[in-house]
């Protein structure tokens, strides 16, 4: 149907119901005053034609009623039906003198607007950021190939090996690159970052990240896990929160310098599992804080380039946060320059399986006593 249709057979219902709403009162005080006289019911027949010309003129005042009622709707059809064509950029006009309900309406799509720009900034944004990030490891991949065919067989052994060295290192940045940006690609298209979820003990989970780290830290670095006795059970996909915990703990020990601290901590309050990742590095500052969770974010990107962890994406605290809200927690940061950081994790627990059985999974029992 299209817009002068719909109109039309709006306005058309409209003088419609408002005439027979009209004509069905007058109708029935004339019956009722009729009947008071006594005089048979035949006889007020006679005035049925006079009902006529009623209808007629009702229907005629309220076609002109419906049309002013329905001015400002079919404008604001008319400019919506507008947007189609429209740039992203503009605005539908909000007059000063139309009805609330309009006004209110054209104001929400603007809203809307607005919303729908600042997405769409923020994809291109997005898609910058990472052909920037993919083209870095690349341009490097494709120097010392050149390079290496340009020599053929007479290169030294040592540039040789600096630079597969070189090649391997950066491929593996792409590798760790494009799956992150696929993560984040297919939680951004509304697919869940959670694979299937079950009831986890967080001390396992956080043990098998110290089993991890302690592989890779450095030696001059103290890496120590602290986990209560008791377990705790939350709800969750335990390879992700994996990830979160491993991405929060090699941050926290890049961060940190030869005899420092890192400490996670784990341990219950108020319903929820609390998970610290704490460090005595080299802290963030106040307004770098408002950011690290932004995709491709870093503070200093040289050091995050370091050789020992391979280099940082800027995408690890963009898909743990992502992550972690997807199991109901949240992740906190408080830091001080030269001090150290400290991420809070809360992820809210859960002590009966029945969570894993509402959502119609089969859940890993926890021990019953
Ligand atoms: P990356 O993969 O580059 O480490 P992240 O998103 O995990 O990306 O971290 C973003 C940036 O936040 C890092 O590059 C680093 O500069 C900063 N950062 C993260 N954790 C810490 C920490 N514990 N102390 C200091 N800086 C940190």
């Known amino acids: ?66 049309d002013i009622i329905l001015r400002p709707i079919t404008q604001l ?31 929400s799509f603007n809203k809307l607007l607005n919303n729908l720009e600042e997405s769409l900034n923020i994809q291109c944004q997005f898609v910058a950021d990472a052909s920037h990030e993919l083209r870095t490891p690349l341009t490097s991949i494709q120097g010392y190939t050149k390079l ?9 052994a040592n540039l040789l090996a600096e630079a597969l060295q070189t090649i391997s290192d950066e491929s593996g940045r792409l590798i760790r690159l494009v799956s992150d ?8 298209a509304g697919q869940a970052i959670i694979a299937q979820q079950e009831v986890v003990d967080m001390r396992d989970v956080l043990m098998s990240v110290e089993d991890t780290v302690t592989v890779i830290a450095p030696e001059q670095i103290e890496v120590k ?29 890049k961060a940190t310098q030869a005899g420092g601290k890192v400490t996670v901590t784990l341990r219950a309050t108020g319903g929820q599992a609390i998970i610290r990742v704490i460090d005595t590095g080299i ?23 370091s050789r020992l962890y391979g280099g940082g994406t800027g995408l690890g605290l963009a898909i743990a ?14 830091s001080e320059l030269n001090k150290g950081s400290t991420f809070t994790v809360k992820l809210p627990l859960t002590d009966t399986p029945v969570k894993a059985q509402v959502a119609g999974q089969t859940p890993l029992l926890p021990p019953q006593d």
């Open 77 to 107: 059809l008319s400019a919506t039906t507008k947007l189609v064509t429209m740039d992203i950029r503009q605005r539908l006009e909000v007059g000063a003198h139309e009805p609330i309900e309009t006004h209110e309406l054209r104001k």
């Open 148 to 156: 290496l065919l340009r020599r053929g067989s007479n290169i030294d």
């Open 1 to 66: 149907m299209d817009k002068s249709e719909w109109t039309k057979s709006m306005k058309v219902r409209m003088a419609m119901v408002m005439t027979l709403s009209g004509l069905l009162p007058i109708a029935i005080c004339h019956i009722i005053v009729f009947s008071s006289t006594g005089a048979p019911i035949e006889e007020s027949f006679r005035f049925v034609p006079l009902y006529v010309p009623l209808l007629a003129l009702l229907l005629f005042v309220n076609w002109f009623l419906a």
């Open 225 to 253: 896990f602290i986990v209560p006795q008791t377990s705790m059970y939350v709800y969750a996909d335990a390879d992700r929160l994996k990830q979160v915990f491993l991405n929060l703990t090699n941050n926290a020990i």
């Open 321 to 334: 946060l992502t992550i972690i809200k997807a199991h109901g927690g949240t992740i906190e940061l408080e």
């Open 283 to 305: 802290g963030i500052a106040p307004a770098d804080q408002q950011r690290i969770f932004d995709r491709f974010y870093r503070v200093e990107r040289s050091r995050t380039r």
């Open 181 to 188: 940006l696929l993560q984040l690609a297919r939680a951004d």
